[in-house]
């Protein structure tokens, strides 16, 4: 499938969302902020319980643009050694080999990433940032498409180490995976629930529908969609105003504005526009903004929830006509 064009963008976006839902119900909405991501070459933390198919959404959505698939399960014991690879003695030629780590993917699923202390954590710092990594001082070049999409439980639980902020800053998203609705939850048992094995992608008849090249198109087609003064000025007053507010101790940074306008123009092209508008900024700002502020300590106190604050900001910044 092209994507030389914004209709080629948005209808390859409707084909990513139409194979993912083959194996994953419910979650249009969550295959479109990951499609986003992609597109606007951003990484993605997914938080939510177990049993909710984050896993299964990962392995769906890399089938389905044709990206290598890649995952790690952190554990309270896992080393970076472990994530990136090392040089080891090859003894038959008296040299040390490059035994590279499960980090050389595309698609990367970083499972349960804050169960690993920060000293692991980091490692992907390099990375997320820049599509590399050192090892012995040396780069080694990764996919240009390299997407993370970590997974991590809700930091009330125990037994888990919360994210510095550096790193979550890495994240163009951070998604809130819920429980699915009654009749969604009915119609997952009906179909899995008959399972008595363990079924792959390819069982729920997920094809692809993508590869290197389309994507390429698409990044480049999205390069194109307008963004208008007015909506960088909206941006920019909006990534601000966090900082300005009594509500958060800590506001988000320029990079948040930087990548929420640059997925408010991946939004558009998938939505088949050629230039972003207000309510491109309005989707996306919560899942850009929640995991980059924190609340002050009168707002926990009243009870008031990240994204209570970013819509209530949503509501005093005047929208662009």
């Known amino acids: 499938m092209t994507a030389n064009s914004i209709e080629g963008v948005a209808a390859l976006g409707a084909a990513i969302e139409g194979e993912v839902a083959k194996a994953v119900f419910g979650q249009g909405p969550l295959t479109r902020m990951v ?21 299964l959404l990962a392995q769906a959505f890399a089938r389905a643009v044709g990206l290598e698939f890649g995952r790690i399960q952190f554990t309270p014991d896992l080393m970076p050694g472990d994530i990136l690879g090392s ?6 030629t008296s040299s040390f080999t490059l035994t590279k780590g499960p980090i050389f993917t595309e698609l990367l699923l970083a499972d349960e990433i804050n169960r690993t202390p920060p000293k692991t ?5 390099e990375a997320m940032q820049e599509r590399h990594v050192t090892i012995n001082g040396e780069l080694h070049p990764m996919s240009p498409r390299f997407t993370v999409l970590a997974t991590q439980n809700p930091i009330e639980q125990q037994g888990v180490y919360p994210l ?16 699915p609705d009654a009749d969604e939850e009915r ?30 198109a698409a990044i480049d087609t999205i390069a194109t969609v307008r963004l208008a003064d007015e909506i960088i000025d909206y941006i920019v007053r909006l990534v601000r105003a966090t900082r300005e507010s009594a509500d958060l ?3 988000a940074s320029p990079r948040a504005a930087t990548l929420l306008a640059r997925a408010a123009c991946a939004a558009a092209a998938l939505d088949g526009r050629d230039y972003a508008i207000p309510d491109d900024v309005q989707r996306l700002a919560a899942g850009v903004l929640r995991h980059r502020v924190i609340l002050s300590p009168a707002a926990e106190i009243e009870g008031r929830s990240v994204e209570q604050v970013v819509a209530s900001l949503l509501d005093l ?3 662009p006509r």
Do not use: M, W
Not at 35 to 44: D, E, F, N, Y
Not at 197 to 214: I, L, M, N, R, Y
């Open 121 to 125: 954590q980091a490692a992907l710092l």
């Open 87 to 92: 040089n080891l003695f090859n003894f038959q």
């Open 249 to 251: 101790e800590c506001g």
């Open 317 to 319: 910044e005047e929208v």
């Open 164 to 179: 510095p902020e550096a790193q979550l800053d890495r994240f163009l998203f951070k998604l809130v995976v819920g429980y």
């Open 35 to 55: 499609t986003i991501a992609l597109l606007a070459g951003g990484h993605v933390l997914l938080e939510g319980p177990p049993g909710t198919a984050k896993t």
């Open 187 to 216: 119609r997952i048992v009906a179909d899995h629930g008959g399972r008595f094995k363990s079924p792959a992608v390819g069982d729920f008849g997920v094809t692809q529908v993508a590869d290197a090249k389309a994507i390429a």
